[in-house]
């Protein structure tokens, strides 16, 4: 089955623990990106990848890491959580550039939750 | 001015209504339009892409107007499943950039 997995699907953790949210794909995508969701504030974008090793800036990049040493894999690494960083995580993935391959498949999320 | 703006709702509609929500873009470079369905918290889930020429699929129709920019989507004949968040997506390459998402309620 074609599918965007993450773990752990739930978190609660203390501030300055860090930790990372892994993120896996099964399509062969090259474009990977991670979004938070906040009421009132939609899905922002964190990170993006374009291909292994390419990764960029989102719109809400500060206090997230990402890497991509693997094509099916996009974690996200919080080195010193705080508690702004309470949040619902979503991992995507696409196929790539061009019209009809841009369409984004989200993982079942992450909800984590800095004490 | 937010880069996608839609209009939060909730909208609330008796079974077989029909209902349509708009959703406005301010990047004129904007290549790709979208439409997700957000269930309580769940994943976005894409209902449909939207094209010029406009697109449907059973009781959903969606359409885009780059003059104005916006996109639209009308849900026909609506259901009591239809009941979630519709979140609409522009961009192009890398990035898409979400509205806030426009809550319907379909009542008996």
């Known amino acids: 089955e074609a599918q965007v997995t993450q773990n752990p699907r739930y978190l609660i953790t203390v501030t300055g623990k860090k930790l990372t949210v892994t993120c896996s794909q099964n399509m062969n995508h090259e474009y990977m990106s991670w979004y938070r969701q906040d009421p009132g504030l939609g899905l922002r974008q964190i990170y993006y990848s374009m291909n292994v090793e390419v990764t960029d800036k989102g719109d809400v990049p500060e206090g997230y890491k990402v890497s991509r040493k693997e094509k099916r894999n996009f974690p996200l690494i919080l080195e010193s959580p705080s508690p702004n960083q309470t949040s619902l995580y979503f991992c995507?993935?696409?196929?790539?550039?061009?019209?009809?391959?841009?369409?984004?498949?989200f993982g079942p999320g992450t909800r984590l939750l800095v004490l | 001015r937010k880069e996608v703006e839609q209009d939060p709702g909730p909208f609330n509609v008796p079974e077989g209504a029909t209902v349509a929500f708009n959703c406005t873009y301010s990047n004129s470079a904007s290549q790709s339009f979208f439409w997700y369905r957000q269930d309580c918290r769940k994943e976005p889930k894409l209902l449909m892409s939207?094209?010029?020429s406009g697109n449907e699929d059973g009781r959903f129709t969606a359409q885009l107007n780059r003059a104005s920019q916006y996109i639209s989507l009308l849900i026909r004949d609506s259901k009591l499943s239809d009941s979630a968040t519709y979140l609409c997506?522009?961009?192009?390459?890398?990035?898409?950039?979400f509205g806030t998402g426009t809550q319907l309620k379909v009542e008996l």
């Open positions: 939207v094209y010029s």
């Open positions: 995507a993935s696409s196929l790539g550039p061009g019209r009809d391959q841009e369409t984004q498949y």
């Open positions: 997506g522009t961009g192009g390459g890398n990035k898409l950039t």
